[in-house]
């Protein structure tokens, strides 16, 4: 266990918030997840936690979600909790859909004997207290992203250093969210190969316009529209257009 310098400590040194800032900006130019689990690493560091996980996730559908992970800590962990798919269980993501605002791991309820079971594991991992940031996403989408720091020590978040530490720790995580989106946003449009026209259809489709309404918008026949919408679908792996804008959407394409 690494010795305790208290998070008040932490937070009073000089510079410390804009060294923390200084190592966030530096995700706006991070080119691939190695880059980004640096900027992690170094941030976490900097604000005194033993060990980082961020966790992006999107609604792929009504049956499954995509999930994304940058781990500045033991990877021993996270293959763990895939081997057991704790997703639906995990009481810190629970929070994180719910919630906003960022809040100490003592302070979220572990209730069943599953939930008691994948907090241990994480305490076993670095997380022994842990600070849990939602990096939630604006208008009707399903995508979200959570920022775990971890502490060996109970009790290192509880100081008066915290609410110095809360605003830093709450940029961080939407600054590694807008990277992980961007970065799957782009992943989607290559892989399905959507091309400008594919997205305004998606757009009209996403507002809720009808097969003629849009062929009206941009002068061609319905049937061009729907036969257009049928092999978009085809390339996105979705059953109708309304998936196919939904999906656009949670991933940020539109």
């Keep these: 266990m690494t010795p305790l310098v208290p998070l008040a400590r932490v937070v009073a040194a000089d510079s410390f918030a804009a060294r923390v800032v200084a190592i966030t900006a530096r995700l706006a130019t ?23 996980a961020f966790v992006s996730f999107v609604r792929d559908d009504d049956a499954h979600d995509t ?34 605002e960022p809040v100490r791991s003592a302070d979220v309820p572990a209730e069943a004997g599953v939930q008691r079971e994948i907090v241990e594991l994480a305490r076993r991992h ?16 399903t995508r979200l992203g959570v920022l775990c720091l971890g502490s060996e020590h ?29 970065r799957i946003k ?9 091309t400008e026209e594919d997205l305004l259809l998606l757009r009209h489709e996403r ?8 062929a ?12 257009r919408f049928q092999r978009m679908n085809a390339r996105l792996g979705v059953p109708n257009r309304k ?12």
């Excluded at 991070?30 to 980082?52: K, P, Y």
């Excluded at 009206?216 to 036969?227: D, F, G, Q, Y």
Aim: glycine content about 6%.
């Design 30 to 52: 991070a080119i691939d997840e190695a880059e980004a689990v640096g900027v992690l690493h170094q941030a976490a560091a900097t604000m005194g936690a033993d060990a980082a």
């Design 67 to 100: 999930f994304r992970f940058l781990l500045a800590c033991d990877p021993v962990w996270c293959a763990e909790y895939e081997r057991r798919a704790w997703y639906a269980l995990d009481p810190w993501l629970a929070y994180a859909r719910a919630h906003t």
């Design 126 to 141: 670095g997380f022994s207290d842990a600070l849990i940031v939602p990096a939630p996403a604006s208008g009707m989408v």
């Design 154 to 182: 109970e009790g290192f978040f509880g100081d008066e250093g915290y609410a110095i530490l809360k605003p830093l720790a709450r940029s961080l995580a939407m600054e590694l969210h807008a990277w992980w989106i961007e």
């Design 186 to 194: 782009r992943e989607l449009a290559r892989a399905a190969q959507l």
């Design 207 to 214: 507002q809720g316009r009808g097969t003629k309404a849009i």
């Design 216 to 227: 009206s918008e941009l002068a061609a026949s319905p049937n061009a529209i729907n036969s």
């Design 243 to 254: 998936a196919a804008a939904q999906l656009a959407a949670e991933y940020g394409l539109i």
